[in-house]
């Protein structure tokens, strides 16, 4: 299940540390944090899933929770090869899940 159906809280720190409140599936709220660094990377200004250090090449990181369902979307301009920045958003419900109140790549 998409981590932000089973979230309180949800925010985006520094840039790249999502952290949120999750259902740990026994009736408790604790607390979680994952770096998206660890699993975001920069393809020549895209993001790429199960890469790495994608704030490194990035500007102008926001995050937000968007429309009827609070999708958790990530946006930043990110530097291709060449140089120049892409302005590219990334939806975090994708492939992060809650799993008994951590977070999980999928």
């Excluded at 660094?37 to 490194?56: K, Q, R």
């Amino acid at each position: 299940m998409s981590f932000h159906l089973s979230a309180q809280d949800i925010r985006v720190d520094d840039g790249h540390i999502l952290r949120a409140r999750l259902d740990n599936g026994e009736g408790e709220w604790v607390d979680a944090e994952l770096d998206l660094n660890t699993v975001l990377g920069n393809n020549d200004g895209l993001f790429e899933w199960e890469g790495g250090d994608f704030a490194a090449s990035a500007e102008g990181i926001t995050f937000q929770l968007e429309g009827d369902e609070n999708v958790p979307i990530l946006r930043a301009g990110l530097t291709n090869m060449n140089g120049d920045v892409n302005w590219h958003d990334v939806n975090l419900a994708e492939r992060i899940t809650n799993n008994g109140g951590h977070f999980e790549l999928q």
